[in-house]
């Protein structure tokens, strides 16, 4: 055997004992995005709680990264804040010390209430931050997070930024702005307009009174009981859409188109598969190879590519 085979197996045997015993429990591995994989830490959680009495700006601002935010609506005055500190350290009194350093900031003016950490002032950042807030309904909420799940409801609008992380958002009174990837977004009871931009994972709108702008790619995009038009430009992504009531305008590539009892329709499209079951006024359909499967079309039809596409089940009104 080589000298090269003989590391690579050896080091295939260590790493198997290992993940052994990290599976036994007798190593703890955890990972940290920014700073890789730490073998033998423990977890140590702390707390830390404030509260905010009116008179206080009606916008806030929710900064933060590696851990979760949570926001919830409710018809209290005041604003109250959780922060939960979970703490990577060998030993319980590294852990204490990076408590003990490790504080919310909570800053005020006339427009905004900012809420942070000081994060960055720690060099080794084994550790992770959670926001557990509850806020007046009539707040406009802004959060800036990264790697962790960010969750919204009951509030008058919101606007979210969380790459690589997933977010969930319900009972928006006003508009809702979305911008996260590789995690999934649900948003369900906007009572107004809803922009979300996302990549590499699955969205789901349901009930949306506004109307829906979405733009993605590598995924699926499922749409449901949208009280105004929805647009989704995208590449490699599949559309499921049901119960539309204005123009659904879809752009996408290579992936399945699904939707049905629809207003009028635009699509445009290259090698996808095309399946509408019930549109009441007109359908336009730009495609490049692919098959559709058309029913109940209640209003114009109009088929244009430059090459061309197989239809079959084409049902129109007589």
Known sequence: MKGKEIILLILIVAAGIVFYHAQTGKIRIDWEWDKGIFIGQDEFVYQETEEINPPFASRLIIS??????EVQGTNQDSISITLEKRIYRRKHEQADEVAERLNMIVQHDNENIQISTNREEFRNRRFRTNFKLKVPEHMVVEVKNSYGEVRISQVRQAEIRNPYGEVSVTDIAGDLSVKNSYRDVEVRNIRANCFIDSHNCRVAADRVEG????????????????????????????????????LTDIRTSYRKVE????????????????????????????????????????????????????????????
């Open 211 to 246: 109307k829906v702008d979405i733009i993605h790619k590598y995924g699926k995009v499922y749409l449901e009981d949208i009280g105004r038009s929805a647009a989704v430009k995208g590449s490699n992504t599949e559309v499921f859409g049901q119960n539309i009531s204005g």
């Open 259 to 318: 939707l049905g009892e629809v207003g009028p329709v635009k699509i445009d499209t290259r090698s996808s598969r095309i399946e509408i079951k019930g549109a009441k006024e007109s359908v336009d359909i730009q495609a490049r190879y692919g098959k559709a499967e058309l029913f109940d079309i209640r209003g114009n039809l109009r088929i244009d590519g430059n090459n061309p596409v197989s239809y079959t089940h084409l049902t129109l009104p007589t």
């Open 64 to 69: 933060n990264a590696h851990g979760q935010v």
